[in-house]
């Protein structure tokens, strides 16, 4: 009995490890700036909200279960890779069960999907079929588009304006400006995630042929697009603010700065296994950062 808890256990494990929980406030952030402006414009829907939420956390565990099993058949996910243990490349599951697992989770994202399309419009069909298209075609398919620096924007687009907006037109049935300009500083936080992964993973990537913006801008040139996406993110909120866009107190998402400042420091400094850290913390930066922004829009009245 207790040798079959412990392995009940253990391949509950293997599934946590797979999604990558620590991914998933990248996921969350732009749903919750999305909503938090719905309800300050009076729009805000309970049942879009959460199917929003839903579709977003689910979008982005069959990306990860994409990223898995596509990397090792690939060859790029080797022994000596520098991130978080792979379940597929550390043998934990079989390619098929990640796979299988990675089609469940993209068919139940768009039963939600479907949900929000009956509330809104069924157009946004089509926007749930690209979400689940580009999630696969970043590392699947004969041309994976994050191998050939096309990452850093996609990311931008789906988590930032498709995200944003997305979630706010299945609340209001229009996209307000703040909420599309809001969605700028989301994509930019969010594709520095990416940016931190692409930085630490450089050299096996070269090796393995991947073309990522690091890779072809080095080192520094990655450590520049990182500060310069946190920048943009904190640099444009006092410029919506001057435009009537956003109240005042959303300038409270400065408070994460607390949260982003050691961060900074790892990327900065640090190479290799140490950015982990740092890719864990920005995906903080992102949920500290919403958070505030819907309480500085609760403030504001």
């Known amino acids: 009995m207790r040798n079959s808890e412990n392995s009940s256990f253990r391949l509950w494990q293997v599934w946590w490890l797979a999604i990558r929980p620590k991914t998933l406030p990248a996921a969350a952030f732009g749903v919750i700036v999305a909503t938090a402006l719905a309800w300050h ?8 909200a959460f199917a929003a939420l839903g579709v ?5 565990i069959g990306s990860n279960l994409a990223n898995d099993v596509f990397d090792f058949e690939r060859g790029v996910d080797t022994g000596e890779r520098q991130g978080p243990l792979r379940v597929t490349q550390a043998r934990l599951l079989t390619p098929r ?5 990675m089609v469940v989770v993209f068919i139940v994202a768009m039963v939600l999907g479907m949900y929000l399309a009956r509330v809104s419009s069924w157009n946004m069909l089509w926007i749930g079929v690209a979400a689940i298209v580009a999630a696969v075609a970043y590392t699947g398919g004969p041309f994976p588009l994050g191998d050939y620096g096309f990452g850093d924007p996609l990311v931008f687009v789906f988590f930032g304006p498709v995200a944003v907006a997305g979630t706010y037109y299945v609340q209001a049935r229009s996209v307000s400006m703040g909420a599309w300009w809001m969605s700028v500083p989301v994509g930019l936080i969010v594709t520095a995630i990416l940016v931190v992964n692409n930085l630490r993973d450089i050299a096996t990537d070269e090796a393995a042929g991947k073309r990522t ?3 072809r801008w080095g080192t520094r040139g990655a450590r520049v ?6 920048a943009g993110a904190y640099g444009v909120l006092p410029v919506y603010i001057w435009l009537g866009w956003v109240p005042a ?3 409270l998402s400065w408070g994460s700065l607390v949260v982003a400042w050691p961060v900074v420091r790892i990327v900065c400094r640090q190479q290799g296994k ?9 995906g903080q930066i992102a949920l500290v950062y919403g958070l505030l922004f819907g309480v500085g829009l609760l403030l504001g009245g």
Do not use: I, W
């Not at 069960?97 to 697992?101: G, N, T």
């Not at 697009?225 to 946190?230: K, M, P, T």
């Not at 140490?274 to 920005?282: E, F, H, V």
């Open 213 to 215: 913006l690091a890779v």
């Open 97 to 101: 069960q990640v796979k299988l697992s």
């Open 41 to 48: 414009d009076g729009h805000f829907r309970l049942g879009p």
């Open 249 to 251: 107190t959303v300038l």
């Open 225 to 230: 697009e990182y500060l310069s996406c946190l």
């Open 56 to 60: 977003a956390l689910l979008l982005q």
């Open 274 to 282: 140490a950015l982990n850290m740092a890719l864990a913390g920005t």
